[in-house]
T-cell receptor
Framework: QQPVQSPQAVILREGEDAVINCSSSKALYSVHWYRQKHGEAPVFLMILLKGGEQKGHEKISASFNEKKQQSSLYLTASQLSYSGTYFCGTETPTGTASKLTFGTGTRLQVTL | DGGITQSPKYLFRKEGQNVTLSCEQNLNHDAMYWYRQDPGQGLRLIYYSQIVNDFQKGDIAEGYSVSREKKESFPLTVTSAQKNPTAFYLC????????????FGPGTRLTVT
């Protein structure tokens, strides 16, 4: 079953912050975050492998609450280049059959 | 440079024809994946392969076929049985150890009329 992302879309002014949430109905082994620009391939942002793990990349960070089966992506002081669609990909602990199931995406637009 | 290549970038076919999309990687990854993306939608898994000569159906495998004869290559055939084949197709690969990042190719946009 597909993870649920919220919000579906958000519009920000440059410099504002945003939070994107990803929620799964299944126990999770890992959560991956990607950003996709229109017509291009998704670009990897970060992976969270352990419950409670937080990772950061410049002004983009994420957290993973294993118990709640949720992850959140935090974008601070947004830049125009942050515009795009953000996807979470979740991986369940199903032995060796490793695969990601992606959410429906959150469309982020940053304006001047 | 290591990476994933997909060809062609744009592909046009007539309804009723089979078409094969190419995916090659030189990252020495064991696992490879095919996704389909429709406008405004997320990524849906078609097929995946963890090792050579083995592959599994994903969530929307009907109307598609794959092969994995070489570690570097994972071609996808869109058959005439696929009811609505027009979409953006993305290939990805991933290491099964260490770096768990999944890398995507640039994609092939298939239009069937």
């Amino acid at each position: 079953q597909q993870p649920v992302q919220s919000p579906q879309a958000v519009i920000l002014r440059e410099g504002e912050d945003a939070v994107i949430n990803c929620s799964s109905s299944k126990a999770l082994y890992s959560v991956h975050w990607y950003r996709q620009k229109h017509g291009e391939a998704p670009v990897f942002l970060m992976i969270l492998l352990k419950g409670g793990e937080q990772k950061g990349h410049e002004k983009i960070s994420a957290s993973f609450n294993e118990k709640k089966q949720q992850s959140s992506l935090y974008l601070t002081a947004s830049q125009l280049s942050y515009s795009g669609t953000y996807f979470c990909g979740t991986e369940t602990p199903t032995g060796t059959a490793s695969k990601l199931t992606f959410g429906t995406g959150t469309r982020l637009q940053v304006t001047l | 440079d290591g990476g994933i290549t997909q060809s062609p970038k744009y592909l046009f076919r007539k309804e009723g024809q089979n078409v094969t999309l190419s995916c090659e990687q030189n990252l020495n990854h064991d696992a490879m994946y095919w996704y389909r993306q429709d406008p405004g939608q997320g990524l849906r898994l078609i097929y995946y392969s963890q090792i050579v000569n083995d592959f599994q159906k994903g969530d929307i495998a009907e109307g598609y076929s794959v092969s994995r004869e070489k570690k570097e290559s994972f071609p996808l055939t869109v058959t005439s049985a696929q009811k609505n084949p027009t979409a953006f197709y993305l290939c990805a690969s991933r290491s099964r150890t260490g770096d768990y990042e999944q890398y995507f190719g640039p994609g092939t946009r298939l239009t069937v009329t």
